[in-house]
């Protein structure tokens, strides 16, 4: 940008964006969360009970319904990179997970939309088509509306930051995702508390009513600040923007690029990226023009697109090919039957805080959020300030170095969880209840909580990190994009779960045995479905340093801010 060219987002600010329409959004992306994270707990409870549904069987619906809300913020932000507003995408994804909850919420209050009365589980029948319709018409309602909330919340609150602020505060961008992970941290605590005990103490019709309201309050506090905010047109590129790019590089395989500065490569127009970056130089090959009379108009547009891209695409396609083995190094750690089994060793275990409270069992989720949202106030409000003063200057840790510290609590989390509930199983034996999955055994529930810190300490460090660290790696024009690549991790992993959790069902119920996953936690041995996760976390960790070490150097100076055309005033 030449020194008397003014930023389009600084003089945009004037009027619109800025720090005032962060709570906003941030608020919009919290009250999502309550919705949604409300009915995730007990779901397992509510399709046993409500459904007639084995452990595996809800387990199985439950992890499809989790890949699903990890794959659409994925889709989500292709759409609102290339040919959607993040704006549109955060709204328009508001009024359908409004409507997917209403869906869920009908499951609870019209009589006869489940096969089962809880209080009276010998009647129970098998869920007609219509009755699963109705269950899976939620699920499918509530994940492409959460693929709109979550596909471009973030980086929709980063384009009302201005470049010179930015500039002006080198951290501000990993402030704002520990300030909106704290927020979500706040709602998932409200949800997997506040609600929960609805649900248990006032049944499903009152339980599933309220994430209903929670989610038109997230409705109306975005189109509050409309108005006030920056709003940008797409310019990233698509999924067939990255399969031109691909087949122009193997059209062009034959070509050499030595003295590649001394080649001519195809831009943008007024695009301050002239040659590509050094790395999967192959890709280059897409960009070079070889004969501009044949490859170009007059005018300098692209006579065969799949012949001849941009060095922007050609960028873009890098981005997310570099970024792939990290990424699966994080996959692993998603993959876990805990989330599901945890509350079945919960209300199994004594609950009781005081007397007379008991916590519900769904509500021990919570304790896991609150480690996220407690460390996330220590590590930004006194660790990182008091490392300053004491080093004289800002301290920060890398990104990849806060993944590889997640990765290893993580590993030491679900071992302390293995040893938790080794000796849970092994108490409730002893006390008469193997043939009673539901017996209160008398060990305190709340030793899952060494569970939760760890896991909660890790998830803080990992998830932040892999935020920061894609959205400084990819163009600003992928900016949804790299705030949700990670969210096709957990896509992945959700259905490794299930393929998981399927086959040590059927490999250790053979001849008759009791599976580790049986539906008679006593009975069976999830502590080693427990420890054989910790094995595979461990070699993970490894896995992931490979691939760290192997990425190299950052490329984050390709992180450009937007130019005029993006501007939107709509």
């Not at 969360?33 to 397992?44: D, F, H, R």
């Not at 250790?508 to 976390?537: M, Q």
Request: glycine share 8%; aromatic share 12%.
């Amino acid at each position: 940008m030449m020194s008397g060219e003014q930023d389009p987002l600084l003089h945009s600010s004037k009027t619109k964006g800025g720090l005032r329409t962060l709570p906003f959004i941030i608020v919009n992306k919290a009250f999502e969360n309550v919705a949604s994270l409300g009915l995730t707990p007990n779901m397992i409870v509510y399709l046993m009970g409500s459904y007639g549904m084995k452990l595996t069987t809800g387990s199985n619906y439950i992890y499809f319904w989790s890949a699903a809300m990890s794959f659409t913020p994925v889709a989500g932000a292709f759409l609102a990179d290339s040919c959607a507003s993040r704006y549109h995408m955060i709204g328009v994804g508001s009024v359908i997970s409004l409507l997917g909850m209403i869906f869920l919420w009908f499951t609870a209050i019209i009589p006869g939309a489940t096969p089962c009365i809880e209080s009276q589980p010998d009647e129970c029948r098998s869920p007609s088509l219509l009755q699963l319709g109705l269950l899976i018409s939620s699920f499918i309602l509530m994940s492409l509306g959460a693929g709109g909330v979550r596909s471009s919340a973030f980086p929709f609150a980063a384009d009302q930051l201005s470049s010179d602020y930015i500039a002006r505060s080198p951290n501000i961008i990993e402030r704002v995702l520990n300030w909106t992970q704290f927020a979500s941290g706040i709602a998932a605590i409200v949800a997997m508390t506040v609600l929960v005990y609805i649900q248990e103490n006032y049944g499903w019709k009152v339980g599933f009513g309220v994430p209903v309201a929670f989610m038109l309050l997230a409705f109306l506090s975005f189109y509050m600040a409309s108005p006030m905010y920056v709003k940008l047109k797409p310019k990233g590129g698509s999924p067939a923007s990255f399969a031109r790019v691909l087949v122009a590089a193997w059209k062009k395989r034959h070509l050499t690029l030595i003295g590649r500065d001394d080649l001519l490569y195809h831009h943008r127009k007024g695009s301050r990226l002239k040659i590509p970056t050094d790395k999967l130089r192959f890709l280059d090959k897409a960009c070079i023009i070889v004969n501009a009379k044949e490859e170009l108009t007059l005018d300098g547009e692209v006579l065969n697109p799949l012949a001849l891209c941009e060095i922007e695409q050609v960028e873009e396609v890098k981005a997310i090919i570099k970024v792939l083995p990290i990424l699966s190094a994080g996959i692993i750690v998603s993959v876990n039957g805990i989330t599901t089994a945890s509350v079945l060793q919960a209300r199994s275990m004594d609950r009781h805080l005081t007397e007379n409270f008991e916590v519900p069992a769904g509500s021990f989720g919570s304790f896991l959020i609150f480690a996220i949202v407690l460390w996330i106030l220590i590590y930004d409000r006194i660790l990182i300030p008091l490392a300053t003063k004491i080093l004289g200057k800002p301290a920060h840790l890398t990104p990849r170095t806060r993944m590889g510290i997640g990765l290893v609590l993580f590993t030491i989390s679900v071992g302390v969880a293995a040893i938790i509930e080794g000796v849970r199983r092994e108490k409730a034996i002893q006390q008469g209840f193997s043939d009673n999955p539901s017996g209160v055994v008398n060990m305190s529930a709340f030793w899952l909580l060494f569970h939760s810190l760890f896991a909660g300490v890790a998830e803080a460090f990992l998830v932040i990190a892999q935020t920061e660290f894609f959205y400084s790696e990819f163009p600003k024009t992928m900016s949804s994009i790299a705030t949700n690549i990670g969210s096709l991790g957990g896509t992945v992993a959700s259905l490794l779960s299930t393929l998981l959790m399927n086959t040590i069902d059927s490999i250790t119920s053979k001849g008759g045995k009791e599976s580790w996953v049986s539906s008679n936690i006593n009975k069976g041995h999830i502590d080693y479905y427990y420890w054989l996760l910790t094995g595979l976390y461990l070699l993970n960790f490894f896995y992931y340093l490979f691939c760290s070490r192997a990425y190299g150097s950052s490329d984050a100076q390709y992180m450009l801010r937007p130019d005029d055309d993006m501007i939107s005033d709509e």
